[in-house]
């Protein structure tokens, strides 16, 4: 019986090692798939910076163009009004003509 027990304790020990090898091949597997997020992770991280970077200069330059934009339509404004008085202008001219050609009469 001694050496039915030793036999099975012997098998029970190889069966323990190969279950604790299969574990411990499974948990490096799964530390190397962790390994590959990481650094794909760390990819992720530096482009969402970058991403981030240009959104942030893109949303300056378009408050640029929004200010330039609001300059140029007061510009804009103001042409005109200077047009009005410019064709008022004209428009004085043309009196003054005939007042002048009747003041030569």
Same mark, same amino acid.
């Given at each position: 019986?001694?050496?039915?027990?030793?036999?099975?304790?012997?098998?029970?020990?190889?069966?323990?090692?190969?279950?604790?090898?299969?574990?411990?091949?499974?948990?490096?597997?799964?530390?190397?798939?962790?390994?590959?997020?990481?650094?794909?992770?760390?990819?992720?991280?530096?482009?969402?910076?970058?991403?981030?970077?240009?959104?942030?200069?893109?949303?300056?330059?378009?408050? !640029?163009?929004?200010?330039?934009?609001?300059?140029?339509?007061?510009?804009?404004?103001?042409?005109? !009004?200077? !047009?009005?008085?410019?064709?008022?202008?004209?428009?004085?001219?043309? !009196?003054?003509?005939?007042?002048?050609?009747?003041?030569?009469?």
């Amino acid at each position: 019986m001694a050496s039915a027990s030793s036999s099975s304790a012997r098998h029970l020990f190889d069966d323990s090692k190969k279950r604790l090898c299969a574990r411990v091949g499974i948990n490096v597997n799964n530390l190397g798939s962790v390994a590959r997020q990481v650094v794909r992770s760390s990819k992720t991280n530096e482009i969402m910076h970058q991403t981030l970077k240009n959104f942030t200069q893109v949303d300056v330059v378009s408050d !640029y163009s929004h200010q330039n934009l609001q300059k140029m339509s007061l510009i804009l404004q103001h042409v005109g !009004y200077q !047009y009005d008085v410019m064709e008022d202008s004209v428009n004085h001219l043309d !009196y003054l003509k005939e007042q002048v050609t009747a003041m030569e009469r």
